[in-house]
T-cell receptor
């Protein structure tokens, strides 16, 4: 079974600065997908970014980018120019493997607070 | 609006009761997933349906059941409710593997 670990329960950053959230996972699969979801105080789950494991190029979405290290099974999220609206719980998720199918396995989350 | 509709948004009920949560997936999505999020915790996968058939089952209690109807909407039935069942229940839908999910806004269930 796949596991996803987020070792930072809480983080804080000053507005306009850069912050990196860590995620590691364990799997025997070779092809899969990785995701970062954001859950603001409204509790809505919002897809931030996705990475296909067979692609070496790191995914980027505006101020959000990932550092995907397949051999190390690491998938960190970098948020540049942090904004107050980035304050949220961030979840790393694994899915799309042969055994896991399309269901997602989530980490426990990192609560990010952006301070003015 | 994400395109995934969950009703009701809030539900308060007593222990021992039975409730039904409803989800309408985004147009065109054949897969529906149910997740449970207890207070300040991650999301736990409960069950997946694809085009009316059960596709995968996670940590779903025997007191819980689900189904997906021909129009692709899904219902999650929770019975003999206990205090520990209080949680946020999410429905999500997807069109293909790896595309990521679209989540509904969730149903907040409080068992008193």
């Amino acid at each position: 079974a796949q596991t996803v670990t987020q070792s930072q329960p809480e983080m804080s950053v000053q507005e306009a600065e850069t912050v990196t959230l860590s995620c590691t996972y364990d799997t025997s699969e070779s092809n899969y997908y990785l995701f970062w979801y954001k859950q603001p105080p409204s509790r809505q789950m919002i897809l931030v970014i996705r990475q296909e494991a067979y692609k070496q190029q790191n995914a980027t979405e505006n101020r959000f980018s990932v550092n995907f290290q397949k051999a190390a099974k690491s998938f960190s999220l970098k948020i540049s120019d942090s904004q107050l609206g980035d304050t949220a719980m961030y979840f790393c998720a694994f899915g799309g493997g042969v055994t896991s199918g399309s269901r997602l396995t989530f980490g426990e989350g990192t609560q990010l607070t952006v301070n003015p | 609006d994400s395109g995934v509709t969950q009703t009701p948004k809030h539900l308060i009920t007593a222990t021992g009761q039975r409730v039904t949560l409803r989800c309408s997936p985004r147009s065109g999505d054949l897969s529906v997933y149910w997740y449970q999020q207890s207070l300040d915790q991650g999301l736990q996968f409960l069950i997946q349906y694809y085009n009316g058939e059960e596709r995968a089952k996670g940590n779903i209690l025997e007191r819980f059941s689900a189904q997906q109807f021909p129009d692709l909407h899904s219902e999650l039935n929770l019975s003999s409710l206990e205090l520990g069942d209080s949680a946020l229940y999410f429905c999500a839908s997807s069109m293909r593997v790896g595309g990521g999910y679209t989540f509904g806004s969730g149903t907040r269930l409080t068992v008193v």
